[in-house]
């Protein structure tokens, strides 16, 4: 069943648009208050609300690394996982804005209203956005030798409605979504398997047990190198420098796959506009170093920085994006 997002969330959205438009403007001078002046003078804790060892984590360990380094303060990362990073997004949204708690999370965080999640945090309203850090795309993966190309999933999976089932990180994250939109867009009926993160998916498609599956690239970019997965096309408006030959989704023909996620900083809302800029700058002047480019771009992310306007447009364009591509899929967490 569709869900529709109660139009005062959207009156809601709209409210909140028209008062980030209207907030003065980042980077204006003013003078500095010393707590802001002397921050960091303790350890700074961020929160990554995903297990050890995934994508996220090692992202968020290269940037307290880099802060580490900036701040001469140390900077340490936080597992809080749980709800598909609700439990971690919750902890810092209920934290001081004192710049000692801070989060680095992913596109769920506005994606999980479009899907009926019950939050326990408003997303515009309880975060300070201070900047995206990485782009994260998808693609299309299969191991099934039957599968040579995009065109050839469709012909094949059309003429056999329930055959080709997917795989997915779970019911209602990106990879489902990414899946149930392309199979709906083209007439494709097919299982979703849901399994709990990439690594127990991966390890099937590995073992032939499953054969196709939207994955994110960090995940699944050493596979693809090492010939044991085909990548077919990507997600987003451009292809990804490090697979220059594997097509977007649009330039094959399948348009509808454009929304791209991302790792973004925030931390409390409240937070003094000369603190949240201080914070800002440094993990911009991180992300821009060329050793911490490169890292993030090995994982298979792209570096992603930019005025924290910006970044809040984004997260209101999401909110509008990910509910039409979650209308369009059909899939409701309700």
Do not use: C
Not at 182 to 201: C, D, M, V, W
């Amino acid at each position: 069943m569709t869900h529709r997002t109660p139009r005062r969330h959207w009156l809601g959205w709209a409210a909140a648009a028209a008062l980030l438009a209207s907030a003065p403007a980042y980077g204006q001078k003013a003078p500095v208050p010393p707590e802001v002046a002397a921050f960091p003078n303790k350890v700074v804790k961020l929160v990554m609300p995903f297990p050890a060892g995934g994508a996220g984590d090692i992202l968020a360990r290269i940037l307290a690394d880099g802060l580490t380094h900036e701040w001469k303060q140390q900077v340490i990362v936080e597992n809080k996982a749980g709800a598909s990073g609700i439990i971690g997004n919750n902890q810092v949204a209920k934290s001081a804005p004192d710049g000692y708690t801070l989060l680095l999370t992913i596109t769920y965080l506005v994606q999980a209203p479009s899907l009926g999640v019950k939050l326990p945090y408003d997303v515009l309203k309880d975060f300070t956005p201070l900047t995206r850090v990485a782009d994260a795309p998808s693609l299309l993966v299969t191991t099934d030798p039957e599968i040579t190309s995009v065109k050839r999933y469709v012909e094949l999976a059309s003429a056999a409605p329930g055959k080709y089932s997917y795989g997915t990180y779970g019911t209602g994250t990106t990879s489902h979504i990414y899946a149930e939109l392309f199979n709906k867009r083209n007439g494709i009926q097919g299982e979703a398997i849901a399994y709990k993160g990439a690594a127990p998916l991966l390890q099937d498609m590995l073992g032939r047990q499953l054969g196709l599956s939207f994955v994110d690239l960090a995940t699944s970019l050493p596979y693809i190198k090492a010939g044991k997965m085909r990548a077919h096309a990507v997600v987003g408006t451009k292809r990804s420098p490090l697979l220059p030959d594997v097509p977007t989704f649009t330039e094959l023909g399948y348009p509808g796959l454009e929304v791209v996620g991302w790792y973004g900083a925030f931390a409390p809302a409240g937070m003094p506009p000369a603190l949240a800029d201080k914070i800002r700058t440094a993990i911009e002047k991180v992300v821009r170093q060329p050793e911490t480019r490169q890292r993030i771009l090995d994982m298979g992310l792209a570096p992603a920085s930019g005025a924290p306007e910006n970044f809040q447009e984004r997260i209101l364009s999401d909110l509008v994006n990910w509910r039409r591509v979650v209308q369009q899929s059909g899939i409701s967490l309700e």
